[in-house]
């Protein structure tokens, strides 16, 4: 499904999300390539909560960006349809061939700052990511990979503890919010 469907149907949990949704709407529908990185100011992207079957463990991936534990997901660079991105970052960044969809809905959604920073040895300017976040599930007994231009580690958190690794403050809440929401999901 096309994020911008998906969007529309999506019933915010919190003001935070409220905000969030109307914003990326309006991104959506004025600025027509905003699913393009070449938007220097904002760009959307999908993001993947992974848990195992039990819902007792999350996979994180140690960014080399951000210097952090994080999520995955990436840049939807054209595609429309978030979900797909997810998978394919979330595949990409932890070497998982099980992971699959809990559901083709969304289970959150950010407008996420990003600091400047470089990449690849260009400069990426500061600007928005109008994000769209997926739960998938996979198997914690299947071997994990590194992508070493994008992280340097992948590993299995209690979900307590994910929190916890992650170095960026201002992260911690969605994570915590996502922690909530995959078990009711």
Same mark, same amino acid.
């Given at each position: 499904m096309e994020f911008y469907d998906a969007l529309k149907q999506y019933c915010p949990k919190d003001v935070q999300e409220q905000t969030d949704k109307a914003v990326i709407l309006h991104c959506l529908e004025h600025y027509a390539d905003v699913y393009e *990185?070449?938007? =220097?100011l904002?760009?959307?992207? $999908?993001? $993947?909560?992974?848990t195992n079957e !039990?819902? %007792? *463990?999350?996979l994180m991936i140690y960014h080399n960006i951000y210097d952090s534990w994080a999520w995955t997901g990436g840049h939807a660079?054209?595609?429309?349809d978030l979900l797909k991105v !997810?998978?394919?970052? $979330?595949? &990409?960044?932890?070497?998982?061939?099980?992971?699959?969809? $809990?559901? &083709?809905?969304?289970?959150s959604i950010e407008t996420l700052t990003v600091?400047?920073?470089m990449k690849r040895g260009k400069f990426v300017p500061a600007h928005l990511h109008l994000n769209g976040t997926y =739960? /998938?599930? !996979?198997? %914690?007994?299947?071997? /994990?990979r590194i992508k070493a231009d994008e992280n340097s580690a992948v590993k299995w958190f209690l979900p307590d503890e994910a929190i916890k690794a992650c170095s960026e403050p201002w992260m911690r809440p969605v994570?915590?919010?996502l922690n909530e929401r995959m078990i009711s999901f």
């Amino acid at each position: 499904m096309e994020f911008y469907d998906a969007l529309k149907q999506y019933c915010p949990k919190d003001v935070q999300e409220q905000t969030d949704k109307a914003v990326i709407l309006h991104c959506l529908e004025h600025y027509a390539d905003v699913y393009e *990185r070449s938007n =220097l100011l904002l760009h959307v992207t $999908a993001s $993947a909560w992974i848990t195992n079957e !039990a819902c %007792d *463990r999350v996979l994180m991936i140690y960014h080399n960006i951000y210097d952090s534990w994080a999520w995955t997901g990436g840049h939807a660079d054209g595609e429309r349809d978030l979900l797909k991105v !997810a998978l394919k970052e $979330a595949r &990409e960044e932890t070497g998982l061939f099980s992971v699959r969809p $809990a559901s &083709e809905r969304l289970l959150s959604i950010e407008t996420l700052t990003v600091n400047p920073h470089m990449k690849r040895g260009k400069f990426v300017p500061a600007h928005l990511h109008l994000n769209g976040t997926y =739960l /998938l599930i !996979a198997d %914690d007994s299947e071997p /994990l990979r590194i992508k070493a231009d994008e992280n340097s580690a992948v590993k299995w958190f209690l979900p307590d503890e994910a929190i916890k690794a992650c170095s960026e403050p201002w992260m911690r809440p969605v994570y915590q919010r996502l922690n909530e929401r995959m078990i009711s999901f």
